[in-house]
């Protein structure tokens, strides 16, 4: 299953559980959805972007001046994934965003960029879906080739 961790302002909830109904049986991490109090802020979000396959950044009005979000997006970066940012209108996107390719989101009507990032991550999670089923493919036939060779070698040495 994908797993994406997405980035947003709290302002934006509405918009996440939009996003969440459009992208059903994806897996989306969200921190109003994970309340782990003691815990270390910066230590839990560094962990749930750690384990996703993907980060989708949310950069609306209020997206765009979070300091989470911007925070969300550096840990993304250095930690290698890939940032799939979805761009409000009017908003700009952060220095190590720009020039990227990302989904157009009319704040008005935001259907054309949900039904856009829902086609996006399911034909993601169909892609991982593939590459999982080919490595344990391989993994299957290195076995099996193992176990013939040891059958030969064996063989071999009772000759």
Request: proline fraction near 4%; aromatic fraction near 4%; charged fraction near 25%.
């Given at each position: 299953m994908?797993k994406?961790?997405?980035?947003f ?6 918009l996440?559980?939009l996003?969440?109904?459009a992208?059903g049986?994806i897996?989306?991490?969200r ?5 782990q109090?003691?815990?270390e802020l910066p230590a839990k979000?560094?962990?749930?972007i ?9 950069l609306?009005a209020h997206?765009?001046?979070s300091?989470?979000v ?6 993304a970066e250095a930690?290698?994934?890939?940032v799939?940012p979805?761009l409000e209108?009017g908003?700009?996107a952060?220095?190590?965003l ?5 989904i157009?989101l009319?704040?008005?009507?935001p259907?054309?960029?949900l039904?856009?990032t829902?086609?996006f ?7 991982k ?6 490595e344990a493919q391989?993994?299957?036939s290195g076995?099996a080739?193992?176990?013939?060779v040891?059958?030969f070698i ?6």
């Open positions: 994908l994406v961790f997405v980035s302002s709290g302002h934006d909830r509405r996440v559980d996003l969440a109904v992208t049986g897996e989306l991490y921190f109003d959805h994970d309340v109090p003691g815990t979000v560094k962990a749930a750690s384990g996703p396959d993907l980060v989708v950044v949310l609306t997206g765009q001046r300091a989470w911007q925070q969300e997006i550096g840990i930690a290698g994934k890939r799939v979805i209108k908003a700009t952060p220095g190590v720009v020039g990227r390719e990302h157009a009319d704040p008005t009507d259907s054309d960029a039904r856009a829902a086609e991550l399911q034909r993601s999670a169909a892609r879906q593939i590459r999982e089923a080919e391989r993994r299957a076995a080739l193992a176990f013939l040891g059958l064996l063989g071999a040495s009772r000759e």
